[in-house]
């Protein structure tokens, strides 16, 4: 059906559930399951969920070339057509939502709906320098990028009800699981730019943001929603991480969503 040849789907990938498509990108330093597993059981309930896993994360070697977004969106296409689905939903979170962005701009007719979560058109001036130290943080001192990244990614109010013992907790899980291939994942990032996709992209959209984000702001937020053709937006009052802060909310505005378009 796609007007484009698709590579071999090389990529790591995880299958759960039956249903309908869905297929899924993750955020950069993490993983498809660091990303959506709080609220993979509810999403697999009812429909067919695949994941992939960019190069450095979960089961896929890292990368020796930079990254390529193209790339990035070719294989999750290719990850659902090599598990049956011939059309699907994409859902993206934070570089995940650009990759699923120029996946159903590079691949429309195999894209059924699209749901976009914390994530932006391109990167701005505040994410340039939060990449910058993300990416040199994370070749030094994982510990330290830890830091750094629960500082950012929570939002004030989880961040200001945590106890200090839990805090700690926190941060030590984010060191923990911190994919190999966060260096090349930031480099990727400044590079990211669909803002000329997004009047081409035809499924109908659905844009989450975040309003308590300190990486991909309101603002960017919106520019996706007033640029994608008809996607409507909604808030979840969290920072960077809705799977950390309201996964139940966050599952039931994806599922909803994909019931109203059958998708």
């Given at each position: 059906m796609s007007q484009?040849?698709?590579?071999?789907?090389t990529f790591a990938r995880t299958v759960l559930g039956s249903g309908p498509?869905?297929?899924?990108a993750h955020g950069a330093g993490s993983s498809f399951a660091g990303t959506y597993g709080p609220?993979?059981?509810?999403l697999a309930a009812g429909h067919t969920v695949v994941g992939i896993d960019y190069p450095g994360s979960?089961?896929?070697p890292r990368s020796t070339t930079p990254l390529q977004l193209d790339d990035l969106a070719d294989q999750l296409v290719a990850a659902a057509v090599a598990e049956g689905q011939e059309t699907f939903a994409l859902s993206g979170y934070s570089l995940g939502g650009l990759?699923?962005?120029?996946a159903a701009a590079r691949h429309p007719e195999r894209v059924s709906a699209l749901v976009l979560t914390a994530t932006l058109p391109h990167i701005d001036n505040r994410l340039v320098l939060a990449m910058s130290i993300w990416r040199k943080l994370a070749e030094t001192d994982r510990g330290l990028l830890a830091e750094f990244?629960?500082?950012?990614?929570?939002?004030?109010?989880a961040l200001e009800a945590m106890p200090r013992e839990q805090l700690q907790q926190i941060v030590g899980f984010s060191a923990a699981s911190i994919a190999d291939g966060t260096p090349e994942h930031a480099e990727l990032a400044p590079r990211a730019d669909v803002r000329d996709d997004l009047a081409s992209i035809k499924a109908p959209t659905l844009v989450i943001s975040t309003t308590q984000d300190w990486f991909t702001s309101t603002r960017l937020h919106r520019q996706?929603?007033?640029?994608?053709?008809g996607a409507r937006l909604v808030e979840i009052?969290?920072?960077?991480?809705?799977?950390?802060e309201r996964p139940e909310e966050w599952q039931k505005l994806i599922t909803d969503f994909l019931a109203q378009h059958n998708a």
């Open positions: 484009r040849t698709l590579p071999a789907a498509g869905l297929a899924m609220i993979l059981d509810g979960g089961d896929t990759v699923a962005m120029r990244l629960t500082m950012m990614a929570l939002g004030v109010d996706i929603a007033d640029g994608i053709p009052p969290t920072g960077h991480l809705p799977m950390v």
